[in-house]
């Protein structure tokens, strides 16, 4: 049950009313936005959405994402993993102008077509739940600035004074050449 996948697309003329609810799994190479914001794409997403209509017959998903990630920590650079977990609650609207007027519990899917894109959804909110930065929990920094003293002595600073930097004696022997 656990590995039941989840449909790329389910008819949005139905499925509210149907007050389905849909349970399983995505693979994460499905997703390809998402796929570009990670260092791996391997792995799955687990999936629970549920259709319904509300009091005011707007139509609602209500689902929740689990997966594990493979991101670089922004502070050595080196792969690490973090878990993410979303719950979200969206109104699907057929027009940017319905979107207008919602209560603010609810966030707007625009969905023109009959088919709603089921796997859309789940990446759009993946996307958001992302952090904006990951660092490992230990403390990778040590290993970072030995690094870095290490291309330090390897000459790496001499680099530095190249096409990037204008070089300070060049513009004291523009000086001296006007004399
Ligand atoms: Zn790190």
């Not at 139905?14 to 799994?25: T, V, W």
């Not at 003293?149 to 050449?177: Q, R, S, V």
Request: aromatic share 6%; hydrophobic share 40%; proline share 4%.
């Amino acid at each position: 049950m656990e590995d039941t996948l989840i449909p790329d697309y389910v008819d949005a003329r139905k499925i509210f009313a149907q007050q389905a609810l849909i349970k399983g799994i995505i693979p994460v190479s499905r997703l390809s936005r998402f796929c570009e914001l990670v260092a791996a794409t391997q792995g799955d997403v687990q999936v629970t959405m549920k259709f319904d209509l509300d009091e005011s017959n707007r139509r609602i998903i209500e689902g929740e994402l689990d997966t594990q990630a493979q991101v670089l920590c922004q502070r050595c650079l080196e792969p690490m993993e973090i878990t993410l977990h979303d719950e979200f609650r969206l109104a699907v609207v057929s027009s940017e102008s319905k979107s207008e007027g919602l209560p603010k519990s609810l966030d707007p899917w625009i969905c023109e077509d009959i088919k709603l894109v089921v796997a859309e959804v789940i990446e759009e909110q993946l996307i958001l739940c992302m952090p904006i930065v990951s660092y490992h929990d230990h403390d990778c920094i040590e290993k970072l600035s030995f690094e870095a003293t290490e291309a330090k002595e390897n000459g790496t600073a001499k680099a530095a004074n190249g096409a990037n930097k204008p070089n300070p004696f060049d513009i004291l022997k523009t000086l001296k050449d006007k004399d």
